[in-house]
């Protein structure tokens, strides 16, 4: 996603809600990055200097594939409860429950982009299939994931976002070195140790063989 603002590179720290007050507002929106991912969109100044500035909790991260960071939207800060009059403000307290929600997301594998494009798509037609629908069954939680699977959803990325060559360089690589060791383990079970051993196989391989180098 395009945006203006930057997070700001300042050492990052749990928000609090005076710390979010004293952010003030600038020509351009700009990022105030906290701890979790958690961020604070700061919006330009308002033209009417009676009109609070706008400020929006966002989560910020990475995702599967991508160098640069994006974002997904969780609602507008309002410290008082008592005023909210709108469905998407949010407390500093219900934006930390939002965040960790999307924390969990991700590292059982879900998207919050992805998850938001498919309740739209729901929203619009009950009976649309989702990304997160396979052909024969909804996709597994990670906890029950091989490597195979982790492989193969991760393949359909390549295939959709990247050159076809792209995609086949990345297929091979990852049929030879990891599928072959490790086709049936379950995900959660890899440790750094089998990492280790990997690499250490995957450079003897390499060195004994000219032509595995020009296949990596």
């Excluded at 203006?4 to 005076?18: C, E, F, L, N, Y």
């Excluded at 410290?79 to 403000?89: E, H, R």
Aim: glycine share 4%; with cysteine; aromatic share 8%.
């Amino acid at each position: 996603m395009k945006d203006t603002g930057r997070p700001q590179r300042s050492p990052v720290v749990a928000a609090t809600t005076k710390a979010i007050n004293a952010l003030e507002p600038a020509d351009k929106p700009y990022y105030k990055l906290f701890s979790k991912g958690l961020g604070v969109r700061v919006h330009p100044r308002p033209s009417n200097p009676q009109k609070q500035p706008l400020k929006t909790f966002c989560h910020y991260y990475t995702r599967l594939g991508e160098k640069h960071k994006t974002f997904v939207k969780l609602g507008h800060f309002n410290p008082q409860k008592m005023t909210k009059n709108s469905a998407q403000d949010l407390t500093l307290e219900e934006a930390l429950v939002k965040n960790q929600q999307i924390i969990d997301d991700l590292r059982n594998g879900v998207d919050p982009r992805a998850s938001k494009r498919d309740a739209a798509k729901l929203q619009s037609n009950p009976d649309a299939k989702t990304d997160g629908d396979s052909d024969d069954t909804k996709e597994k939680p990670f906890a029950e994931m091989t490597i195979a699977n982790l492989v193969t959803d991760y393949l359909k990325f390549v295939e959709k976002n990247k050159a076809p060559a792209t995609y086949c360089h990345y297929r091979d690589t990852l049929n030879t070195f990891i599928l072959e060791p490790w086709k049936t383990r379950l995900a959660k079970d890899l440790k750094k140790t089998d990492a280790y051993r990997l690499v250490k196989k995957v450079a003897e391989k390499i060195k004994s063989n000219g032509d595995t180098v020009n296949g990596l």
